[in-house]
């Protein structure tokens, strides 16, 4: 295909989406295509979908309807998890011309010979069970910090879950790939680099292509501390279950590991965790807050709550409020229940209404603003590190500490992606801190 060919992408989901994004996108372009903005004219977009998302099917289609805006003979190309569990659906939304399963994604060039409009958009999908080999991918240039993919797919059941259907079973890169991988981002300038994957902590499974842990997720950790180069090593999102002691006592006394863990929780209530198929109950929820908590009393600890699962009452989720206002965590990721074909909670009792789970969804998100300043609060005084971002936010640049706090100074694009030593000073009206410069850069 001629390299006067523009491509644009856009991305819907989690990191894992946006890592894999990006290393097509390199794909593209190293076959002489032009990558431009979304919003710009492009002869092909190619849109990486998420099952999660709620509305993702009206997310999809205004997605679609933006890029034939912009050019309205494009060659359009849904991917992701969406497209691996609904192919035919996509592929009947009008000026869709094509839509590539699990198997197919990371190939796309090679299905772009002929870019004329199909009536009807063209599938190459697979079963899931095919999806079984590991394609390793990380995000670059998007963003200040790079997300490494370094596993994919799950083995666990959650009764709530799409992804086992759409990524299929758990593997992972090859140790030596993952490292050569970090070292790759590092050497192109990027100061922080974040661990992704569906199942991160079961890292080591199916590494060479069995149901085999060949290395762990602590072996993982302790590898990737060895690199040079690297300033900052984020994990994105890890189970309760599989975040261990050891993990948490390394990342204590590590330098490029940031104290910053996210975990997903789902429910306050052991009943509910149960009827969730979760792999473990509050009182393993409790133990690894107060192992982090012990070991780095400054960590911030992101957390994954769903409300309105079935089965919910008032006083199940009350539980569930009440026990986070307890825990000792930082904020709240909070997701509102919605029904999925093909789980085991699709046919559960105990329906919670549409009207209750707004209601309780705004109660949690209030709960976690709540947190997240008494965290901030905490940390007023300290000295800790600043990694700035890219982008001007009205005469201001915004940038995170290792233990996850937003500040913000005003705009200099000298600042843009550097490291500073920073002492908190106070919360400003937009709950984001402003801070001293322990050494103020000579271009400040
Ligand atoms: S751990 Fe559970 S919620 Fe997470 S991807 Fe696997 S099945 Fe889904």
Redesign the pocket.
């Known amino acids: 295909m001629s390299a006067q060919k523009k491509v644009a992408f856009y991305t819907l989901g989690c990191k894992l989406n946006f890592s894999e994004t990006s290393t097509i996108a390199r794909n593209f372009q190293n076959e002489g295509f032009d990558r431009v903005e979304f919003d710009e004219k492009a002869d092909i977009y190619v849109i990486n979908t998420c099952s999660v998302t709620d509305n993702a099917d009206k997310r999809f289609k205004s997605i679609v309807k933006s890029a034939l805006k912009q050019n309205e003979n494009a060659f359009l190309i849904a991917i992701g998890c969406y497209a691996q569990l609904k192919p035919e659906e996509l592929a009947a939304v009008d000026g869709v011309d094509m839509v590539l399963g699990a198997t197919e994604k990371f190939k796309v060039t090679d299905y772009i010979n002929d870019l004329s409009k199909n009536e009807m958009g063209e599938i190459h999908s697979c079963e899931i069970e095919e999806a079984d080999f590991y394609v390793g991918s990380y995000s670059i240039g998007d963003r200040t910090r790079a997300f490494l993919k370094v596993q994919d797919g799950?083995d666990?059941?959650?009764t709530y879950?799409t992804?086992?259907l759409a990524r299929g079973i758990s593997r992972s890169d090859e140790l030596e790939n993952v490292l050569k991988n970090a070292k790759e981002i590092s050497e192109k300038g990027i100061k922080e680099i974040v661990l992704t994957g569906?199942?991160i902590g079961d890292y080591g499974k199916g590494e060479f292509g069995n149901k085999k842990h060949e290395h762990t997720f602590f072996e993982l950790v302790k590898a990737l501390d060895t690199i040079e180069g690297i300033h900052r090593l984020r994990i994105s999102s890890i189970?309760p279950n599989l975040l261990t002691n050891e993990t948490i006592e390394f990342v204590a006394q590590s330098n490029s590991f940031v104290p910053h863990f996210h975990i997903p929780l789902q429910s306050g209530s052991d009943t509910l965790l149960k009827l969730m198929k979760r792999r473990y109950l509050r009182e393993t929820y409790n133990n690894r807050v107060a192992a982090i908590k012990k070991a780095m009393p400054n960590a911030c600890i992101g957390v994954d709550v769903i409300i309105g699962f079935p089965g919910e009452t008032d006083e199940l989720f009350l539980e569930t409020y009440n026990y986070l206002n307890e825990l000792d965590i930082s904020y709240l990721h909070v997701f509102t229940y919605s029904e999925r074909p093909n789980t085991e909670a699709f046919e559960m009792d105990g329906v919670v209404s549409k009207k209750v789970r707004t209601k309780r969804s705004k109660m949690l998100r209030g709960l976690s603003v709540k947190k997240r300043r008494s965290f901030y609060e905490s940390q007023l005084g300290n000295q800790l590190t600043v990694l700035f971002e890219s982008e001007n936010k009205e005469g201001f640049i915004h940038g995170f500490t290792e233990n996850y706090v937003k500040v913000k100074t005003p705009w200099n694009p000298e600042l843009v992606n550097t490291l500073h030593q920073i002492k908190l000073t106070e919360i400003d009206e937009d709950g984001i801190v402003r801070f001293d410069w322990v050494k103020v850069p000579t271009f400040v």
């Open positions: 799950c666990y059941k959650c879950c992804i086992p569906v199942n189970e």
